[in-house]
């Protein structure tokens, strides 16, 4: 059965630094996603991604976060100055056709932040 | 702003008992209503999805319904086994894309 990707699945960086996480969204999926959820919190909406353009982001995707689809299969989140409040598990996630139907998540990626 | 509570946080029960988690959300303007599985460290598996104009899914073991004017669903397990341990979100879809995730209920289930 397909599946979302990440890569890595756990990331160690010091404050201040750049991080790109990685995601191999399902192949005929259109609309892609991230999301992050804090340890003991909510699963919270970060950007979700479709035809090349972000359709929507929450409040918590500010400057310092980026995605790209740098080719037809991978899906990255970038973090430009990483922050210590960046600690935190990223997901991955992608849904068919009109965003409506299921989502699919990955793994995830914790990222923690020094 | 979309508010999704989950009730209990926590549950513990016997194996073979039936059991019942609650969601709620405050803005009834949803597109539809997904039920998730959290394994300790791990990502979320989607068990069930009713879309806005549905009042229930049914998956195995699993029924969830959705009654969307009082701003509620409810996910049944029936027969519940040690492997249902786990910790189920109840995500709802206002918008265009995202979805507003509850707390979850954390469900552990006794041998």
């Known amino acids: 059965e397909p599946e979302v990707t990440q890569t890595p699945s756990h990331q160690v960086t010091q404050m201040g630094q750049e991080v790109i996480l990685r995601c191999v969204p399902i192949?005929?999926?259109?609309?892609f996603y991230w999301y992050r959820q804090i340890l003991g919190q909510k699963v919270e909406f970060l950007v979700s991604f479709y035809n090349n353009e972000i359709s929507e982001k929450s409040e918590i995707f500010d400057d310092q976060f980026s995605v790209e689809r740098p080719d037809g299969s991978n899906f990255t989140l970038k973090i430009r100055s990483t922050k210590l409040e960046d600690s935190a598990m990223y997901f991955c996630?992608?849904?068919?056709?009109?965003?409506?139907?299921?989502?699919?998540f990955g793994p995830g990626t914790r990222l923690l932040v020094l | 702003k979309q508010e999704v509570t989950q009730i209990p946080a926590a549950l513990s029960v016997p194996e073979g008992e039936n059991l019942v988690l609650n969601c709620s959300f405050t803005?009834?303007?949803?597109?539809?209503l997904q039920w998730f599985r959290q394994d300790p460290g791990k990502g979320l598996t989607s068990l069930l999805l009713?879309?806005?104009?549905?009042r229930e899914q049914t998956s195995g073991r699993l029924n969830a319904s959705l009654d969307k004017s009082s701003g509620r669903s409810t996910l049944y397990i029936a027969a519940s086994q040690p492997g249902d341990s786990a910790t189920y979100l109840c995500?709802?879809?206002?918008?265009?894309?995202?979805?507003?995730f509850g707390t979850g209920t954390r469900l552990t289930v006794i041998p």
């Open positions: 996630a992608s849904s068919e056709m009109t965003g409506l139907e299921t989502q699919y």
């Open positions: 009713i879309q806005s104009s549905q």
């Open positions: 803005d009834s303007a949803i597109y539809n």
């Open positions: 995500a709802v879809q206002t918008g265009a894309n995202n979805l507003f």
């Open positions: 192949s005929n999926h259109l609309y």
